[in-house]
């Protein structure tokens, strides 16, 4: 099954305006959380109750070059129309290294958080932010049970609006230094557990949009051969693993924390390569990772500012347009930001910084109120 998500985006059309000191009426507001386009629900017309005139409708055919409508003071009674935002969202699995290593604080310290622990607080903030643009999952590797070396498991599979599940899952990992060792005391099994992701996005419907992978760690791979009382690296496993994932069609992003990485620093640069990325990114503390984070996300958003509108074309010059109930945004016919209405599509596109704060995920609710005029560039 397709997946889509959408933002929760509300039009809310005015229904009819009230005469200057009549009594104040209240908004009645339907279900916002349908995520489809109502285009059976007709709207008002604007009623001049202090001249008497008849009502003008302004659902009908409208050009945008029509003059500025009369409007009352009062605009009360609105009726929301649910629209979505055009793009949907592409697929990203988390592949999130949880072996022993991960216990240990960032640096060479024995007191302080553990990389889990940041770790988790920056993919749980992550998954939170971007989880209307982005259908995310997770496997944690390696998984429970047997030498430590099991291969990751998928264990919140990809799904529109999945904060919640991962968040959740996160949470349960213990992440204090004793309690993190004793529960992961796992090796880091890299190549065994990409070949599990892939295996698991061949199981599931391609996602036009796009399909992703995060490799999460700290570490070189290994659970090779037994050597020196552990394992043998397994770098080259590892990259043939990636390099097969991104030609199943699913783009690697590979993210190092903490230094582990020291003792070859071009490995990284070899695995980005493999999964089709032009550079991997490095995080030494907790600000580069959540930044680092940040900028994955936002390179495999879909690159939309435009927004749908239910129904009929409408009068722009009636378009009051807001993000999160903040101020009003102005109209820009010159595109150089704010907003502006395209008839023949029945869209409004963002331009300049409000394109992106859409784009970036940040903004959960795109208010469009019709029937009052709102501010021009």
């Known amino acids: 099954m397709h997946r889509r998500a959408h933002l929760t985006l509300s039009l ?27 285009a059976s629900r007709d709207g008002g017309g604007i009623t001049d109750a202090g001249t008497g005139h008849d009502a003008t409708p302004r659902d009908s055919a409208i050009t945008p070059h029509d003059s500025a409508p009369m409007v009352d003071a009062g605009c009360d009674l609105s009726t929301p129309v649910p629209t979505t935002i055009v793009g949907d969202p592409p697929d990203m699995l988390l592949i999130v290294d949880i072996s022993g290593s991960m216990c240990t604080p960032l640096g060479l310290g024995l007191t302080g958080a553990s990389k889990l ?12 932010t971007y989880d209307a643009r982005i259908n995310f ?21 990809i799904a529109a609006r999945n904060a919640g599940p991962i968040a959740t899952r996160l949470a349960g990992l213990r992440d204090d230094l004793f309690g993190c060792a004793l529960a992961n005391s796992g090796a880091t099994p890299t190549p065994t557990s990409v070949d599990a992701a892939r295996s698991y996005f061949g199981t599931i419907p391609v996602n036009p949009v796009g399909r992703y992978a995060l490799l999460a760690t700290d570490g070189l791979p290994n659970c090779g051969p ?32 903490g230094s582990g990485f020291g003792s070859d620093p071009t490995v990284l640069n070899r695995m980005a390569t493999a999964g089709g990325t032009a550079h991997p990114f490095n995080a030494s503390s907790a600000a580069e990772l959540n930044a680092a984070l940040g900028t994955i996300a936002a390179e495999i958003i879909p690159p939309s500012c435009t927004v749908e509108l239910g129904g009929p074309m409408r009068d722009p010059m009636l378009f009051q347009v807001r993000f999160d109930g903040g101020a009003l945004i102005p109209r820009d016919s010159s595109h150089g930001r704010g907003w502006d209405y395209d008839a023949a599509t029945n869209t409004v596109t963002f331009y300049g910084s409000e394109c992106t704060a859409v784009q970036s995920g940040s903004v959960t609710d795109v208010q469009i109120d019709f029937g009052c005029p709102g501010p021009l560039i």
């Open 12 to 38: 809310v059309f005015v229904a009819a305006c009230a005469a200057a000191g009549s009594g104040t009426g209240g908004r009645t507001h339907n279900d916002a959380g349908s995520t489809g386009l109502d």
């Open 137 to 157: 999952g997770m496997m944690l590797f390696p998984s429970g049970g047997g030498d430590g070396c099991n291969p990751g498991a998928v264990s919140v599979p």
């Open 226 to 257: 037994p050597i020196d009382g552990g394992t043998a690296d397994t770098v080259e496993e590892t990259i043939t693993a990636i390099d097969a994932l991104h030609t199943a069609g699913v783009t690697s992003y590979v993210l190092g924390f």
């Open 117 to 128: 622990s940041i770790m988790k607080a920056a993919l749980t903030d992550t998954v939170t």
